[in-house]
């Protein structure tokens, strides 16, 4: 992977970067570099947007690959027949045994993982045509996860596009919190450990969506499915829901497949040099790719410039984006490993909870108002949520 690293404090002070046109003034940006110095704070547009417009003029071709892919669906419904036919199998074995904890570490977190990146992809209406069948199949797609978040998940991760980077509306963003009492060894690691949860509880934190038909609806089919584990000894029983629950908590710590999480958006190279210098207009790389064998389990999530920058292209089709627009993507920082990203994410001191992007203004809530300032509940319409 990537580049050697300058110390963590020069690094951040460093990169400290200013776009032509900017509208902020001097004093404002060295109020907000003074108050945030430990990210890395930038004035730059999110640079995909900018990649798209050149990447579509270049090879116009690539507009081909968005729309729906109907083999999604097929594969849904497969991982959770699979899910459900262990949490059967495994209904009379003891939690506290080694055979419990080896299946859902290895295969539960591997399928709901695998669920979570479905209902990623679903949510970018790439499975269906139709706006409500994508939401229902997202529904479907989280029983084995045993919590009901499908409905939730997208408003956020929508808004995480259109705002990639910005304070207080990308809820993919570590909370100030995060950044004080979690940037050490052990703060990394419990973090890492237990980051499912910091990525269920964070986006609340931050602002609130609206509630519509489509959240009561995901959480009444939840609640029945999971009711229907328990209550149906013949054929399933609480070690089944626990299965599905710690499936659903292995896939989000320290389990291969979960540095998907980290490695995306987390800074591990070296800020370049003529990015020093404000007048060069250089961003810091805030998007990594992955293209490894891990995508395939993963929706090819692995892939992540490539999805950042078409969000309408399928998980089938990126790897074909890729090959048809590569001088765009192979000059780009990488990862080779996901599992070297998690190691070296908790015990290297020039990587941590602090090394993100992070930009005042320049994204909106879907559906919301602009900038940093937008009421802590998102104006979100009801359609928009559904559509």
């Known amino acids: 992977m990537a580049s050697s690293t300058t110390t963590a404090t020069s690094r951040r002070k460093?990169?400290?970067?200013?776009?032509?046109?900017?509208?902020m003034s001097t004093e404002e940006k060295e109020a907000i570099e003074a108050k945030h110095r430990d990210f890395f704070w930038t004035y730059t547009e999110e640079p995909h947007r900018t990649r798209r417009l050149a990447i579509i003029k270049a090879h116009p071709e690539v507009t081909k690959l968005c729309g729906p892919e109907p083999l999604t669906k097929w594969v849904v419904l497969g991982v959770v027949l699979l899910q459900i036919t262990i949490a059967?199998?495994?209904?009379?074995?003891?939690?506290?045994?080694?055979?419990?904890?080896a299946v859902a570490y290895v295969v539960g977190a591997t399928a709901n993982q695998n669920l979570f990146l479905a209902i990623h992809e679903i949510s970018h209406n790439l499975a269906f045509k139709s706006p409500l069948a994508n939401r229902l199949l997202a529904i479907f797609a989280?029983?084995?996860i045993g919590i009901p978040y499908s409905a939730s998940f997208r408003p956020y991760h929508l808004t995480h596009h259109k705002s990639l980077g910005v304070d207080g509306l990308d809820t993919d963003l570590p909370t100030a919190f995060e950044a004080v009492f979690l940037d050490s060894i052990l703060g990394k690691a419990f973090f890492c450990t237990f980051q499912i949860f910091f990525y269920a509880l964070r986006p609340m934190v931050v602002y609130r969506i609206p509630l519509t038909w489509i959240h009561a609806l995901n959480v009444a089919v939840q609640v029945t499915f999971d009711y229907?584990?328990?209550?149906?000894?013949?054929?399933?029983?609480?070690?089944?829901?626990l299965y599905l629950l710690l499936s659903s908590f292995l896939a989000g710590s320290l389990q291969p497949l979960a540095g998907h999480f980290i490695a995306e958006h987390y800074v591990y190279e070296t800020v370049p040099a003529e990015a020093h210098d404000p007048k060069n207009h250089v961003p810091v790389p805030e998007t990594f790719s992955y293209y490894g064998p891990l995508n395939w389990f993963t929706y090819n999530v692995g892939l992540h410039n490539e999805h950042h920058d078409f969000p309408a292209i399928p998980w089938t089709r990126l790897p074909k984006l890729y090959e048809i627009a590569k001088e765009f993507y192979e000059p780009l920082p990488r990862?080779?490993?996901w599992v070297y990203a998690i190691w070296r994410f908790i015990f290297d001191e020039q990587v941590g909870m602090r090394c993100r992007v992070k930009r005042k203004e320049g994204g909106r809530l879907v559906g919301g108002g602009t900038g940093a300032n937008t009421a802590k509940v998102a104006a979100w319409k009801e359609d928009e949520i559904e559509a």
């Open 228 to 241: 229907f584990l328990l209550t149906t000894p013949s054929l399933f029983s609480g070690n089944s829901l």
């Open 88 to 101: 059967h199998l495994l209904r009379n074995t003891p939690f506290w045994s080694w055979k419990f904890w």
């Open 14 to 23: 460093e990169s400290k970067l200013s776009c032509k046109g900017a509208s």
């Open 142 to 144: 989280n029983l084995p």
């Open 335 to 337: 990862h080779q490993s």
